[in-house]
């Protein structure tokens, strides 16, 4: 995925004009790419490598970079729409996401969730109810991370809402219509100590999976957005950006405790200090 500063066919790399318009292209000895401002060889991005730069025949100037996880997630083919990448930093650090832990997920969608846990170097379980969704999920997940990550990635065909077949989850990450109706299924699927992060866009959906978590053993439960607010910098211009993506979606997350017991206690608010 890094390497060195050549570039080589069949990588992907993603190109920038001036005005930041950003376009992801696959490399072929031999073919083109085209746009508003004229055509490049792509045998001319190869030459000029990594961080290099490029002159169409309409004279406009792309810069070459690899493109990052985040570049490949808002460009890549989807069907159900994308968590985009300020959520997902959000959700790797909430449901504390580490090489080797045992993840489940639902719906999967297009991939771009999954793909940020197996980055992050978690075996991921994922539940999708649509194959053509799941097929390109499975698709964006080879082409970005190559096919060695299917050693830590199955997604099964089915609902969540009907149950889990798998124990010892360390972590549950759910972005379905309705969390609430898998929130039970986590109190066998999850380890004690486990992380449930659901990404619901709604308020009522928070309220009822608050309600939810809150009759299972659940505690340290909580609610936040992630709000991502460009700043324009331009001499003696520095103002926030005249516009901000200002609703993705409620990120609610809970800690799973042993047993339900009558003792447990009773989940605690927001009181995660963020
Ligand atoms: N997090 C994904 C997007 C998920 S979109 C990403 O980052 O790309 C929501 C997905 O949930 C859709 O693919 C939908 O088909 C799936 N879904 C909806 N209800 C479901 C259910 N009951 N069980 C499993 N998947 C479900």
Redesign the pocket.
């Known amino acids: 995925m890094t390497g060195s500063a050549q570039l080589a066919s069949g990588e992907r790399v993603l190109l920038f004009d001036r005005k930041d318009r950003r376009y992801v292209i696959t490399l072929a000895a031999g073919a083109e790419f085209h746009s508003h401002t004229g055509i490049v060889a792509h045998d001319a991005i190869i030459a000029a490598g990594e961080g290099g730069r490029v002159r169409t025949t309409g004279n406009a100037e792309y810069t070459i970079m690899r493109p990052t996880l985040s570049d490949f997630?808002v460009k890549m083919p989807?069907?159900?729409?994308?968590?985009y990448p300020k959520d997902?930093g959000a959700i790797l650090m909430l449901a504390d996401v580490s090489p080797g832990a045992r993840v489940f997920?639902?719906?999967?969608?297009?991939?771009?969730?999954?793909m940020?846990l197996l980055r992050a170097g978690a075996d991921v379980v994922g539940?999708?109810?649509?194959e053509d969704?799941r097929n390109r999920?499975i698709g964006n997940i080879e082409s970005f991370l190559g096919a060695d990550a299917f050693d830590r990635y199955r997604v099964e065909l089915?609902?969540?809402?009907?149950g889990i077949d798998e124990s010892g989850f360390d972590r549950m990450v759910l972005?379905?219509?309705?969390p609430w109706?898998?929130a039970p299924h986590a109190v066998d699927a999850m380890r004690p100590g486990g992380i449930l992060v659901a990404?619901t866009p709604s308020v009522a959906q928070v309220m009822q999976l608050r309600a939810a978590l809150q009759r299972l053993p659940f505690t340290m439960i909580a609610t936040l957005e992630v709000l991502h607010r460009g700043w324009y910098v331009e001499g003696e211009a520095v103002r926030p950006d005249h516009r901000m993506v200002a609703h993705t979606a409620f990120l609610t997350h809970a800690r799973l405790l042993a047993g339900p017991g009558p003792e447990r206690p009773v989940a605690a608010g927001d009181k995660s200090g963020h």
Do not use: C, H, K, N
């Open positions: 997630v989807r069907g159900a729409q994308v968590i997902l997920e639902s719906g999967v969608g297009s991939g771009a969730l999954s940020t539940y999708e109810i649509r969704f999920a089915r609902d969540a809402y009907d972005d379905l219509p309705e109706q898998v990404y």
